[in-house]
């Protein structure tokens, strides 16, 4: 039995087969429609999410399965105490597959610990949050056609951004790939990012506060929203929540080819007035989310696809 708690948790092989999976997923729905016909997905989540519990619950759906849930701590009996090894001891009773999110880190592989069934991280607090590189990967690999030889923006809340911390992981596996890291020096990312992952495995990175100073050569541009549920004030959240504001003005020093994404829910991050330029994918990047998130219930369930 297979669990998801890191992209590292995929060889860069089985990650790149995933993602041709999923392109295929998008070419040939049909050709899918009932490989899950009689199994459920599980979400737990206890943290608040539209993307991610949706687009689970609609590949589950797509794949002709079927879907049960909670959506909140407060609707679960986490409000009366109950532990996450033991709810997923139940829930591995009730379902074939689990996706859940939790704003612990390390909940969701404490979970897989005690599960009978296989376990997706659908984010852990401020640690990992694989599903959402799986979807950055897609987005980036159908748009630009390739993995290697990028430069890479990561723009905002580093400090506590999951998606940030995951991508920066899976990224790293492939040549000639290169960071530049555009936050405020409270929200820099965290050390062990810098010295386990990118020094140890000697992936150039620099680290900037101007995104204006950074933009023009950059490929991608991977913009984040303050986390502001994982600041202990109010007050520093509300000192660096419009720290950055991508607008028109700044895209006119990026490069014609760069390429936008965030991972949503966007706050003021990025103005509404960049949502037309050809380079903003994010609302492509959601959609990609559906089919690798096919693509992954597939994997970890073992479908035998010769037999669709
Ligand atoms: C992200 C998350 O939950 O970490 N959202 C998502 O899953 N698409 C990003 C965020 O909440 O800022």
């Known amino acids: 039995m297979r669990h998801l708690m890191s992209p590292l948790d995929l060889s860069v092989a089985e990650t790149n087969e995933l993602l ?34 949706l687009s689970f619950e609609a590949a589950m759906l797509n794949l002709g399965g079927s879907v049960l849930g909670f959506h909140s ?11 996450v090894s033991d709810t ?31 376990v997706i991280n659908a984010g852990d607090g401020g640690h990992q949050h694989p599903t959402q590189t799986l979807t950055d990967l897609l987005t980036i690999y159908n748009l630009k056609g390739h993995f290697d030889h990028l430069k890479i923006g990561l723009c905002g809340d580093l400090k506590f951004g999951r998606t940030v911390h995951s991508l920066i992981n899976a990224l790293i596996r ?21 010295t386990d992952v990118l020094e140890a495995n000697h992936v150039p990175y620099r680290e900037m506060e101007k995104l204006e100073d950074a933009i023009g050569d950059l490929d991608i541009l991977y913009m984040t929203r303050v986390q502001r549920e ?67 219930i597939l994997t970890l369930l073992g479908i035998n696809l010769n037999k669709l």
């Open 73 to 83: 701590a407060d609707s679960s009996s986490a409000a009366k105490g109950e532990s």
């Open 230 to 296: 994982r600041f202990f004030n109010e007050e520093d959240y509300v000192r660096m929540k419009d720290f950055y504001i991508l607008d028109k003005e700044k895209m006119r020093l990026a490069k014609p080819d760069m390429l936008v994404l965030h991972p949503l829910p966007r706050v003021n991050e990025i103005s509404i007035e960049v949502d037309d330029d050809p380079r903003a994918v994010y609302f492509k990047q959601a959609k990609y989310g559906v089919y690798v998130r096919m693509a992954l």
């Open 174 to 194: 492939y040549p000639d790939i290169e960071f530049v890291l555009v936050s405020p020096e409270e929200l820099r990312v965290p050390s062990y990012i810098r």
């Open 88 to 118: 997923i001891r139940v829930i591995s009773c009730y379902a074939d597959i689990c996706a859940i999110r939790h704003p612990k880190e390390g909940a969701a592989l404490v979970a897989s610990q005690k599960s009978g069934i296989p």
């Open 20 to 53: 041709s999976l999923a392109g295929d997923i998008e070419k040939h729905p049909e050709k899918y429609a009932h490989a899950c016909d009689g199994k459920k997905l599980a979400t737990c989540f206890y943290e608040p999410s539209t993307r991610t519990r």
